[in-house]
C-alpha cells in the first residue's frame, strides 16, 4: 500500500510516498481503508519532533481518517466488514489503510461524505465537551468563541448554537474568516486585530459579559477574557495556539465571581470513555438534524501533503484541512 512517512524529524517538504506492507488488525483491532483524513496541527509537530509524544522512526502521520472497514481483529463484534466509518488514532493515517482500536471506530450516520466524517470526531467532540460540559451552557447565555474560523471555533460556534445559546460573539485575525464564523451561526464576528473584542462583547450584553468563554488561543487573549466574562461565567481553556500561557489573577476570580475550567478531552479515554460514546450519540442526532455541518476549508489529495501543512500553518485556512486518496 501507499503511505506518506517521515524518515527523520523533518519538515512537510521532506514527507515521502512510498510504499509499504499493509497492517494487519490484532485483537480489538478494524483495518480500515482510508478514503480521507484530517489534518491537524499535532501532525506536523510530530513529524518535526516537537510533540509531546515522539514515534519511532519511520512512521505515519495521521490521527483522524473516515472510509470503509476492511476487516475486523479478533473480539470485535459491533463492526463488521463494508462499513462506513470514521476512526481516531494516535498515528497511520496518511496510507492507503489504516489500523484502530474499534473502540475508536464509529459507524457514519446517512449522509456523512467522508471529507465531513474525516474532520467530525476531533472538534466536534472537544467543543462538545467544552461548550455543554465543562462549560455547563444554559440557554439563552452569550458564548465568546476565540479563534472561532479554525476547526474547533466553528464546532463551538455550531454547538453553541444548537444547544440554544443566546447571543454568540466569535473572533478572528482577518476580515475574509468572518463570513464563515456568521454561517455557522454567529451574531457577530469581529476581527481582533482592528477591533476590542472585550469593547465588542461588553456592548452587546449591555455590560454584563459573556456567560461561556472558549478559549484555544491562550496568551494574552485568555487574560483579556477575564475583563468582559459576566458574573459567575465560565472561561475554558482549550488550548494555547498563541504560544503562550494565560496568567490569571487569584483575587479577580474571587471577586468576579467565574471560574477558569481547563478541557483536555484525550482524557476521558482514560477517565470516562462512558461520556464520550454519549457525546457520539448526541452530536451524530445533531449533524442528522442539519445543525452540524464540517466546515472544509481545504481538500487536497495526500501526495500534496506538504502543500496542505504549508497552508495549516500559514493561519490562512478556515475550517478543517482534509486529504484524500
Not at 496541527?41 to 519511520?58: C, H, N, R, S
Not at 481547563?262 to 482524557?267: I, V
Request: glycine share 12%; charged share 20%.
Amino acid at each position: 500500500m501507499k503511505a506518506i512517512r517521515a524518515h527523520q524529524w523533518c519538515d512537510p517538504q521532506d514527507l515521502v510516498m512510498e510504499e509499504v506492507e499493509r497492517p494487519e488488525p490484532g485483537a480489538g483491532e478494524v483495518l480500515i481503508r482510508v478514503h480521507a483524513a484530517a489534518l491537524n496541527f499535532p501532525d506536523v509537530l510530530l513529524i518535526a519532533g516537537k510533540y509531546q509524544v515522539k514515534p519511532p522512526l519511520p512512521f505515519s502521520p495521521g490521527m483522524e481518517v473516515a472510509g470503509v472497514v476492511e476487516k475486523v481483529g479478533d473480539g470485535v463484534t459491533a463492526l463488521q466488514s463494508g462499513q462506513r466509518v470514521l476512526a481516531q488514532l494516535g498515528l497511520g493515517g496518511f496510507a492507503e489503510y489504516a489500523v484502530a482500536p474499534a473502540a475508536h471506530v464509529q459507524p457514519l450516520p446517512d449522509g456523512m461524505s467522508d471529507e465531513e466524517a474525516a474532520s467530525f470526531g476531533l472538534v466536534y467532540q472537544t467543543s462538545y465537551f467544552g461548550i455543554a460540559g465543562r462549560g455547563q451552557l444554559r440557554v439563552g447565555e452569550t458564548v465568546l468563541v476565540h479563534s472561532a474560523a479554525g476547526g474547533v471555533g466553528l464546532a463551538a460556534v455550531q454547538i453553541a448554537r444548537a444547544l440554544g445559546a443566546g447571543r454568540i460573539i466569535g473572533t478572528a485575525s482577518a476580515d475574509d474568516k468572518l463570513t464563515a464564523i456568521r454561517d455557522s451561526g454567529a451574531d457577530v464576528a469581529i476581527n481582533y486585530q482592528t477591533e476590542d473584542f472585550v469593547e465588542v462583547v461588553k456592548r452587546e450584553t449591555s455590560g454584563r459579559g459573556a456567560d461561556v468563554i472558549y478559549d484555544p488561543v491562550g496568551g494574552e487573549t485568555g487574560e483579556r477574557s477575564t475583563k468582559c466574562i459576566a458574573f459567575e461565567g465560565r472561561l475554558i481553556i482549550i488550548g494555547f495556539t498563541s504560544g503562550k500561557f494565560p496568567n490569571f489573577a487569584g483575587n479577580h476570580i474571587l471577586i468576579k465571581n467565574y471560574s477558569v475550567v481547563g478541557l483536555h478531552w484525550g482524557a476521558y479515554r482514560q477517565h470516562n470513555p462512558a461520556k464520550i460514546e454519549q457525546a457520539w450519540k448526541v452530536l451524530f442526532k445533531l449533524y442528522e438534524a442539519g445543525k452540524l455541518k464540517p466546515v472544509i476549508g481545504g481538500l487536497y489529495p495526500m501526495e500534496r501533503v506538504a502543500d496542505a501543512m504549508n497552508f495549516l500553518t500559514s493561519r490562512k485556512a478556515t475550517g478543517k484541512i482534509v486529504l484524500h486518496w
